[in-house]
């Protein structure tokens, strides 16, 4: 073997060992865990019970930080053009990573070319929602209400766009209903509406309804979901119910920029299912109405072939909702 093929070989196997030290090596400082939403919500209670979590199995500071804006864009796109050494990461969501391709024109970011799917972590679903006292005891009987009197049956939604809105129109189009969507800027103003009597029903997330529920204020009537929720296990989704194609859900999973070593994915996707089953963390978040993901679910192959089913059921709700490119 002469001099220049020898060097050669060795660049070669250094060069393949390269990735596998340097995944060996992480993480060798502090994780920024970015969560593209403000405060408060389920993506951020998640996240800052998850980050503590992961810190103690990885041996160094796992941070969560809010990089709010444009439905998720702003952190996204922070993410995406972030050096993919595994020290930067993003909990994603339906918005971020699906719905923001659909619905803003210009994206500064490629969520399937520049984000690499770790794991799912959460699912929570949506249901149709109406107050206690309202005569439709079924989801049957409400869209037959609807078709008896056109245009007399309201829904609200957190506004033009979101899921809600989107569960929303792929519903009337399974049941052929024609309830009118009534827009509100976000959940909260919605639900003093709807116990007002201001509006006939709500496609609300199920951990806003969950409350009034319990306190005997609100009925369920369906879930958007593809399975019925353990949470509400009687519940029937709006497949089950005749109206298929109704299935449009909020989820939130573990991404990284694309590029990361692969060691480095296949090991924060091992340790989800053992953190997500932590008590403390488990209690919170199903008090929450949330749904945590479970193996096979965590895994890379699965949630990107969960992303890719999200967007086209995504596309076909905009297209149904009317939605423009803004």
């Given at each position: 073997m002469t001099a220049l093929t020898r060097r050669?070989?060795?660049a070669s196997i250094a060069a393949m060992?390269?990735?596998?030290?340097?995944?060996?090596?992480?993480p060798d400082r502090p994780v920024r865990l970015v969560i593209p939403f403000p405060p408060g919500g389920n993506i951020d209670i998640l996240t800052r019970l998850l980050a503590p979590l992961l810190s103690a199995r990885l041996g160094q500071p796992v941070v969560a930080e809010n990089r709010t804006g444009a439905g998720g864009a702003l952190g996204a796109e922070m993410v995406a053009n972030s050096r993919p050494d595994g020290h930067t990461l993003m909990m994603g969501s339906n918005g971020s990573l699906v719905g923001n391709v659909l619905t803003q024109a210009n994206l500064p970011y490629d969520p399937f070319r520049q984000l690499q799917p770790i794991g799912l972590c959460a699912v929570l679903p949506m249901v149709v929602a109406v107050r206690a006292d309202h005569p439709a005891q079924t989801v049957q009987q409400l869209v037959a209400m609807a078709k008896a009197r056109p245009g007399a049956i309201s829904c609200g939604t957190a506004g033009i766009g979101s899921s809600n809105h989107?569960?929303?129109?792929?519903?009337?189009?399974?049941?052929?209903?024609?309830?009118?969507?009534?827009?509100?800027?976000?959940?909260?103003?919605?639900?003093?509406?709807?116990?007002?009597?201001?509006?006939?029903?709500?496609?609300?997330?199920?951990?806003?309804?969950?409350?009034?529920?319990?306190?005997?204020?609100?009925?369920?009537?369906?879930?958007?979901?593809e399975q019925r929720s353990a949470l509400v296990p009687e519940l029937p989704t709006l497949i089950e119910s005749g109206y298929n194609g109704a299935v449009l859900f909020s989820y939130n999973g573990l991404c990284a920029p694309t590029g990361t070593p692969d060691a480095v994915i296949q090991r924060l996707s091992a340790l989800l299912p053992e953190c997500l089953a932590t008590p403390a963390l488990h209690e919170r978040m199903t008090g929450l109405g949330v749904e945590l993901a479970r193996p096979p679910q965590t895994t890379p192959a699965y949630f990107a072939a969960f992303l890719r089913a999200d967007l086209e059921r995504t596309r076909r709700a905009v297209q149904l909702a009317g939605i423009r490119p803004e």
């Open positions: 050669g070989l060795l060992q390269a990735p596998r030290a340097q995944a060996e090596a992480w989107l569960a929303l129109a792929l519903f009337d189009a399974a049941s052929g209903a024609g309830i009118t969507h009534v827009p509100y800027r976000g959940s909260g103003p919605m639900m003093p509406d709807l116990l007002a009597g201001n509006v006939s029903c709500l496609m609300e997330q199920i951990s806003g309804a969950l409350p009034l529920v319990r306190e005997g204020r609100l009925r369920l009537l369906a879930l958007t979901a």
